[in-house]
């Protein structure tokens, strides 16, 4: 599902996968894995180095920035969680925005 407006998380389960699109600020979320919101994501006009995972934890409004998505040694972040500041915080932000 892709979210492009307020949705609060409480809706949607207490775990999921998001994908975020750093520059059209929306998310994709709810689906088995991260590639698949990436996916669906693309399939909506994404551009791949704009994407980024992370897990959202409904019950205490937790965010964690792992995912395999965010393994992009070119774009320097050479782990699974988002090492860059500025896309974390993008990140963080675009999901609060959307879901808390």
């Known amino acids: 599902m892709i979210i492009k407006e307020k949705t609060p998380v409480e809706q949607l389960g207490s775990f999921v996968k998001v994908v975020a699109d750093i ?4 998310i994709s979320l ?3 894995l991260h590639i ?3 996916e669906e994501l693309l399939k909506d006009g994404s551009v791949p180095k704009n ?34 500041p500025e896309i974390r915080e993008k990140v ?3 999901i609060k925005e959307l879901l808390f």
């Open 92 to 94: 963080e932000a675009i």
């Open 36 to 38: 698949d919101c990436a």
């Open 23 to 26: 520059e059209r600020k929306i």
């Open 51 to 84: 994407l980024w995972g992370a897990n959202v934890y409904a019950e205490n409004k937790r965010i964690d920035f792992v995912s395999l998505i965010n393994v992009r040694p070119a774009d320097n972040n050479h782990s699974m969680e988002i090492q860059l």
């Open 30 to 32: 709810g689906l088995e």
